[in-house]
């Protein structure tokens, strides 16, 4: 997921670069999105791991 944020991201600083104003703000905007979710989905993970913990090992 993370390699789609980038993905959009490079998208929107070519589309900058080369005066798509429209197309670089939604890439830009989708990247954010994605990026967000790709933190939010990280530390539910860590959390759930930290949580669960690993039991004692004989």
Do not use: C, D, Q
């Amino acid at each position: 997921m993370l390699r789609w944020a980038l993905i959009f991201l490079v998208v929107a600083l070519i589309a900058g670069v080369l005066g798509f104003g429209g197309i670089a703000g939604t890439a830009a905007g989708i990247a954010k999105i994605i990026f967000y979710i790709f933190i939010i989905l990280l530390l539910i993970s860590l959390i759930s791991g930290a949580l669960k913990g690993r039991g004692p090992r004989a």
